[in-house]
Each structure stands twice: as C-alpha cells, then as structure tokens.
DNA sequence: CGGCTTCTTGAAGATATTCAAACCCAGTGG
DNA sequence: CCACTGGGTTTGAATATCTTCAAGAAGCCG
C-alpha cells in the first residue's frame, strides 16, 4: 500500500456558502457575519486510497470534514500492531483535537478515493471566539465521535466472528445493497481478530450466500440474513 | 445485588466556590460572575454500590461529575448481555450528552461507595450561553471521554484475556499499589469474556503472583509483572 | 515473464465458551 | 444453634472458536 502525504492534492479553495453538504458539515449553523471571520483558506482536498491525512503524535494543525468517501482512525498498539478505532463516513469530522490544541491522537488514512475539506485551527479559534454558533456544532461532533467509538465496542468488539463481520457490513451497506470492502488486514484491525480469520469469515459468509461477490471486494448483500448473523449465532 | 434509585441520598448543595476539586471538576474557569449565574442548586449525592446514577434512554435532565468512587457505564446488547462502555474516576464527568439535550446514551451504575455532584441541565444551558469559558471545559470532558473509549478498545478489547486484565488492573491501582476488584460478572462485560473465563484468568495471575489478595476483592499488586504481562503475552 | 503483495487454505495448538456441578458465605427461619 | 437457601465464585470436561505458522494461489506492476 503506498501511502502519499497530501501535499500535492490540492483541489481549490472552498466555497463554505454554497458547501452542497452545509446541513451536515461543521459549519451548518453560520451565517453571512460568521464567515467574514474567516480569513485562512478552507481547503478542498481531493486524495486516494492509502493517503495520510495526518499522523499520531503530529500537532495538530487543521481539522477535516469528509465529504466523500471512508477514512481510517488508527491506534498504533504497543506490540506494533495496529488497531482501527473509528470509521469516518461523509459527514464526519477528523481530527476535532486539533481544535483544543492537542496533537491527532491517530493517523487518518483514506480507506477509497476521498473528498474533503481542511480547515485551519486559527480558523476554528477566530470562530470559536466570536460566534457561540460554532460551538454547539463541535459539540455534536465530540458526541457524534462519542457514539461511534461506544458502537464499536459494543458492535465490533463483542460476539464471533461472523456476527462482528455481519455487523460491519450493515454498518457499510448503500441504500442498493452493495458494499465495497477494504483489505482484510485492515477488516482484522477492525473486529479486532487476525487477517488470517478475518479472510476466513468473510469465505464464510460468502458460502452462506449472506453476501455474493460481485467484482473485487464488491459485494452484494443479503441484508436480512446479515442481521440475522448480527444478532445471535446461530 | 441491590439497585437504588438516587432520590434519597441527597446530602446538600454544593459550595461549587470553595470545591476542594475546582481544578478537576467542570467549573475549573469560572468566575464569581459565573457563579452568579447558577439559580438551581447543585446537589452533593453520596450514594453506595449499585445505585443507578440513571438509566439509558431517560432524558438527560442532569449532568454529573465525580468526586469520589467508581462508575460503571453500560450498555445492553441485543442479546439481553451487557457491555460496560466506559468507567469513570474521580474528576470524570457522566451523562454529558444531557448538555446537548439528548436522553441518556448508557446506564451509569457505581461500583463502589460514591460522590459526586449533579448539575442540572439549565444551570448548563445558562451558563453555556453567558460564558465561553465552560465551553472549553465541556470540550475537555468530551475529548477525555473519547480517549477513554478509544482506550477501551486498544488496551481492554484487543490481546489475550490476561493481557486486558492486566491492563485493567494498571488502570485502577491506587499509589499504594492496591486495587479494588469487582464482580466477575462485571469484570467480564469490562475485558469482553465470560463471567467464568473472568474468574479463570484472575486465579491465574494470583496463581504467578502478580496479585496477592489481601482480603475480599482487594488485592496487592506487583506492577513491574502486570506491566510484561499486559506488554506481550508470554 | 518474474517479483511482489495480498488473499486463501490447511493443520496443529492455544485460547475461550458452554454447561454442569461443587463451593463459599451471608442471611433467614426453624 | 444449625440447617437451609440463594447469590456469587470457582472448577472441570467437552467443545467451539481463534491464532499461528507455513505454504499455495491469485493479482498487480515493472
């Protein structure tokens, strides 16, 4: 897997007025006063597969907001190993420590070709000073965060195999049924067992028809028999 | 064991100004202005082992912070089991979703003799809206719950079961080098095993000395051991 | 076509679950 | 006082699940 800083990704300034995605993204709640607070350049970040948005330790200097695609949050264990905290689908927000000063606690990796936007912290501290409406929108965020992280215990982190898989497939399904998977080393650091298992488990389901391979790690999903899976072992 | 409701355990209103724990608690940046601004009081609760603090899907009416003890955040499963999401120590704030409005996203149990204040959700709306200074106190808490939960799920949900109880047991050793052990039941919805297996593993790691009990549930801890034994498994 | 990585498969052994039974201990009531 | 009871804990044995190590198959890129 090759991994590109994003340096050269550069896509354009942003348009926040007219943002498509305002309802969801961080600055939902702004007005026309609030963004002439800002005056570092949001950028648009356009970036593929395997790209690092940033690393563990780095200070932390902006804060995205995906607009397409999936990113990873990973832990580094002491062993070496890696572990996959959190999914980052559009919507969500990467790297909200930077906003209280804080070095990233992970590394952001795009898991597929993926839209976003970074916006600087000086621009989060002008506008945090000056208008409270931002406020409640980093609120939601750390909640939103909050959320996720319980689910993945309590989704991804307890029961078999399959179950745990089962679960996170309807986490990932589209509206037409279809998932696209990533590397069963990264599905491994996900449920938390070895890429070894993860491969097996997802043969088996495969055999059970829960799921029906339609091109490389596209999959066409029997919705109804995953949660099935999902819910207790059978 | 005995679940209590908290009604009774009222002990008085906070004297939040002279709180021998304003640097830890929720109120550290507040001035006497601020505290001018509370008009409901903020009560101080002493409660015992297994009172609910509340319960998940309630309306978040009240915010806490913890002054003394242990508590358990739980969440049920499908299956009816429970998942402990989250434990909280002194200093810790429960039930944060209530300043966003929302119900109550766990169960909060304690797993010991406890204090802690409970702060009304107005005196958080009111003073959110004069104040900015509390806002990046909230932040802290959300940020601090969030690498709680990540840390839940790299130290607690990932290696082999000795491995986590160690972990745990590093987590809650007292300076002294003591720890205070709960249920197996618990410490099973803690590391993600079985009640049993739970029980196991403890006999275990008396069985290589790593832990002496000195009496019910209280044990001596050899922490240069739990350290190897939580590194790598040998 | 190599050479590389990722995915899959196999088999042996380690680890965890399940179900059942024994145990311990505190509280109850005869 | 002692037997009885009920909760939580411990133990045992059989089984299920996961890991490990090793090797083969399948893709991908130069």
Redo the contacts with the bound molecule.
């Keep these: 897997?090759k991994r590109r800083q994003i340096d050269a990704a550069w896509t354009g300034n942003a348009q926040c007025q007219d943002c498509g995605l305002r309802e969801l993204v961080l600055f939902a709640d702004l007005d026309q006063n609030d963004f002439n607070l800002i005056h570092l350049p949001i950028e648009e970040i356009t970036c593929e597969t395997g790209t690092v948005l940033y690393s563990a330790g780095e200070e932390g200097a902006a804060l995205f907001t995906l607009r397409v695609g999936l990113v990873k949050l990973v832990q580094y264990l002491p062993d070496g190993g890696q572990r996959i905290v959190r999914l980052l689908k559009p919507g969500a927000t990467a790297g909200l420590e930077a906003s209280l000063g804080q070095p990233y606690e992970h590394s952001a990796i795009a898991l597929r070709p993926t839209r976003l936007c970074r916006i600087p912290r000086p621009v989060i501290d002008r506008l945090s000073d000056e208008t409270p409406r931002l406020h409640r929108q980093l609120m939601q965020r750390w909640h939103a965060a909050l959320r996720e992280a319980d689910g993945r215990l309590t989704d991804l982190s307890t029961?078999?195999?399959?179950?745990?898989l089962a679960r996170l497939l309807l986490q990932l399904v589209e509206p037409d049924a279809t998932v696209s998977l990533?590397?069963?080393?990264?599905?491994?650091a996900m449920l938390?067992?070895?890429?070894?298992?993860?491969?097996?488990?997802?043969?088996e389901l495969?055999r059970k028809n829960a799921i029906t391979?339609l091109s490389?790690?596209r999959f066409q999903c029997d919705v109804s028999q995953l949660r099935d899976i999902g819910a207790a072992?059978s």
Excluded: Y
């Design positions: 897997m029961g078999k195999a399959p179950q745990r990533f590397s069963r080393e990264d599905l491994g938390g067992i070895t890429t070894e298992h993860a491969s097996r488990t997802v043969v495969k391979e490389a790690n072992d």
